[in-house]
């Protein structure tokens, strides 16, 4: 019997679609029937969909009544620590605002809504040594990705593999606390010329980009000076650990890569990557807390969940650097499952790189559809099966913001989804129906016993929300509760359902 997905599918592909299952070699067949089952359990999820406004209001009222006050309190302490003129050395960057904004919220989230603190345990900022933590790992990511795009992971692997060289970040107790530190300085084992070559995204060289990691490095020793006695070696211990773990994902991404991974592989990668990085810091939090462990980590599953939903947008983000470098989702999706948008990667991976903001998303959710269909699905199945309300919220504003660029602070050179598309045409600008209708030759063309019906059209509205002027246009043809919902209920909100309003929308366009 055909599953559900399948069963969707317009009756003049079933035989490509059983032609094209039985060719596939058992491995194969096992990872698209994981995939299948993916999609019908969201299907099965979307029936027990609750579009109703007076539960909605009542799950909002308990929300805003628990954090309200401390939202208050979170505010105040951002600013105060804003005023750091010792960390405006780091955070001069415009290019990290959104990564300290958004550690910034991950922290007041942890701390409020995970950790239970009150307004006045807010203002204590005790959770500010893992802040600076989290922004180490993510500039000193950074660093390491530029370093081997450079210096090329040929020689960056010769570098890891010499076993004189002691690449873990260790500590020492001292008078004051501790002190974190490395025995190797990787000013010592690269080049001048890699070492002056100035980072296109912060504008200085990788030499200065190394002095402000070692900034970040006596920032976080500093902070040991102001905790309990019983709480250093804890935390220097997980500090270590969290960092070592987020280098040996590294160097994996070095030795052992290639493009032909499988989706076991992949989830064992994410998880390591993932689940055990933020589940350590989250350790971290509960030792500057004077939380008990144990009580917490059965919580750090699904707080962890939600950061792996955001590595699926992150991937999406970083296709063009991930490709032929490290896994990614979209990546194993279209490898394995859809050739042709496998081949235009593999083409036009440059152009894409080239590109920034929301051109770059559109032509990611343009040209490799399906791939991006089965990220967001998968997303979808991770955060609509697990997580709670409060949760799901959280991670679909973040969604929204950072891969539909709402609300979020682009340049302007960014904000046009349609940019570089419209140049490659000739034009400095498509029409609302040229766009439209580019949507519908690229998406709803898609064929493969994969994506249904649905799933296609429910992705042309999602695409529309990537360009401002079609996003609204799209939101203007909806009644308001249609409207709230398919904003506010990201994940929640049935493919089927979406995909008729959109079916709707293009009639009204008389497309």
């Given at each position: 019997m055909i599953s559900s997905p399948l069963a969707q599918i317009h009756e003049q592909h079933l035989v490509t679609a059983f032609t094209e299952l039985h060719s596939l070699d058992a491995t194969a067949m096992a990872e698209r029937e994981w995939v299948l089952q993916l999609l019908d359990a969201n299907q099965q999820r979307d029936l027990l969909s609750n579009q109703d406004l007076v539960a909605e209001l009542k799950q909002f009222g308990g929300f805003l009544h628990s954090i309200v006050f401390s939202f208050g309190a979170g505010m105040i302490m951002r600013k105060l620590v804003r005023r750091n003129k010792r960390l405006n050395y780091i955070l001069q960057f415009k290019e990290l605002q959104q990564v300290?904004?958004?550690i910034e919220k991950g922290s007041f989230a942890y701390d409020t809504l995970l950790f239970g603190l009150k307004p006045w345990q807010v203002l204590q900022n005790k959770s500010h040594l893992a802040n600076l933590v989290c922004l180490a790992i993510l500039f000193g990511d950074e660093f390491i990705d530029g370093i081997a795009q450079l210096y090329g992971k040929e020689a960056v692997r010769e570098i890891l593999a010499?076993?004189?060289?002691?690449?873990?970040?260790r500590y020492k107790l001292t008078p004051n606390g501790a002190e974190l530190y490395y025995e190797f300085d990787i000013r010592e084992l690269l080049p001048n010329w890699v070492l002056d070559t100035v980072n296109e995204k912060y504008g200085i060289s990788y030499r200065d980009f190394y002095a402000h990691l070692l900034f970040l490095l006596d920032e976080m020793n500093l902070q040991f000076g102001?905790?309990?006695e019983d709480q250093i070696t804890i935390a220097a211990s997980l500090i270590c650990k969290v960092c070592n773990l987020c280098f040996d994902t590294y160097k994996t991404d070095l030795a052992q890569f290639t493009n032909d991974y499988s989706m076991e592989e992949l989830l064992s990668y994410q998880q390591r990557k993932d689940d055990q990085i933020i589940q350590v810091l989250l350790e971290l939090r509960c030792v500057l807390l004077n939380k008990h462990v144990k009580t917490y980590r059965p919580k750090f599953a699904n707080w962890s969940l939600m950061v792996r939903s955001m590595q699926v947008y992150d991937d999406l983000q970083d296709l063009a650097l991930d490709h032929g470098y490290q896994m990614n989702f979209v990546c194993y999706f279209a490898h394995q499952f859809f050739k042709k948008e496998w081949n235009w990667l593999q083409e036009n991976q440059a152009k894409l790189a080239a590109v920034k903001g929301m051109d770059q998303a559109m032509m990611v959710s343009?040209?490799?559809s399906a791939s991006t269909m089965l990220c967001m699905q998968y997303a979808k199945h991770m955060v609509q099966g697990n997580l709670s309300w409060v949760q799901q919220k959280i991670t679909g504003y973040l969604w929204k913001k950072n891969w539909f660029g709402w609300d979020n602070d682009l340049p302007l050179t960014e904000r046009a989804a349609f940019g570089a598309i419209a140049k490659m045409q000739g034009k400095n600008d498509l029409t609302l129906i040229e766009k439209v209708q580019l949507l519908q030759e690229k998406i709803v063309s898609v064929k493969d016993p994969l994506i249904s019906e649905d799933l296609r059209f429910a992705h042309l509205a999602d695409t529309a929300f990537l360009d401002h002027e079609l996003g609204q246009h799209f939101l203007s043809s909806?009644?308001?509760?249609?409207?709230?919902?398919?904003?506010?209920q990201f994940f929640s909100f049935p493919i089927q359902q979406k995909a008729a309003l959109v079916k709707r929308w293009l009639l009204q366009l008389e497309l």
């Open positions: 300290r904004s958004n010499n076993p004189k060289i002691d690449f873990s970040l102001k905790l309990q343009l040209n490799m909806l009644s308001k509760k249609d409207r709230y919902f398919i904003q506010q």
